[in-house]
């Protein structure tokens, strides 16, 4: 059966082979429901640019408030928070969630994020071996980390051949976390700068559990929202 589902927009980062993936909080009235996350009918199940665009053009951008038809759940695995879209419908902007809002949506894991013991070449506490994914029963977190920075360096590896990519560095709860960054906002910002570490203050963080790629999902850091941007996008 049909439905629709209203969520705050927490991520919208890149998604292989084409698209992105959108994900984020149900906003029922005042309060936040469960995660949402948009999927395609695809076997990739990422959103495609015409699929996620709005009937003005634009394109969703984190903090955007959005009305989705959406034809059904599709958990798999570790992603229990997925939801079919419609299609044939556009995506509605109904609103901006102000900044000030935010910390009502943050999770409070209590522990480590998901599972940690298992890091990538370049990550820290960055993937979760596959076997060990029915431990996880949530895949997204709104997090509000300590020490964050951003760093900025060439990397090879597990990811294919070198390139300039970006990290998320932070503590949370007592461990060390350095995820790959999957946001293009903050690629954007970063990939413009020097090699380095750029420290940043006040933000929330979109984590995110990835599918399996060669054995492992990775976490990601799907968005890293500041004030400055939430200020940007009223």
Avoid at 87 to 113: E, H, I, N
Avoid at 136 to 148: A, D, G
Avoid at 189 to 215: H, I, M, Q, R
Wanted: proline residues 7%.
């Amino acid at each position: 059966m049909a439905y629709r589902k209203t969520m705050v927009c927490l991520a919208n980062s890149r998604k292989p082979p084409s698209g992105c993936c959108i994900a984020g909080r149900e906003v029922v009235g005042d309060e936040f429901g469960p995660w949402v996350r948009p999927v395609s009918d695809r076997p990739t199940e990422e959103i495609s640019e015409e699929e996620r665009r709005y009937q003005d053009g634009d394109d969703p951008r984190v903090l955007d408030i959005i009305a989705i038809e959406m034809m059904g759940t599709r958990p798999h695995q570790h992603q229990r928070e997925n939801h079919v879209i419609d299609s044939d419908y556009y995506w509605a902007k109904v609103g901006t969630m102000p900044w000030d809002r935010l910390d009502k949506a943050v999770d409070s894991p209590g522990g480590p994020l998901w599972l940690n013991g298992y890091s990538s070449t370049s990550g820290h506490n960055d993937r979760v071996p596959e076997p060990s994914l029915d431990r996880c029963k949530s895949s997204l977190l709104l997090i509000r980390p300590e020490h964050l920075s951003l760093s900025v360096a060439w990397e090879g590896g597990d990811f294919g051949p070198p390139r300039r990519r970006v990290r998320a560095n932070f503590d949370l709860n007592g461990y060390r976390y350095r995820l790959a960054v999957t946001d293009p906002w903050s690629e954007r910002t970063c990939l413009s700068k020097p090699d380095g570490d750029y420290a940043v203050n006040d933000a929330y963080v979109c984590v995110s559990l990835g599918e399996v790629f060669n054995g492992h999902a990775y976490k990601l850091a799907a968005a890293v929202i500041t004030r400055d941007r939430a200020e940007a996008a009223r």
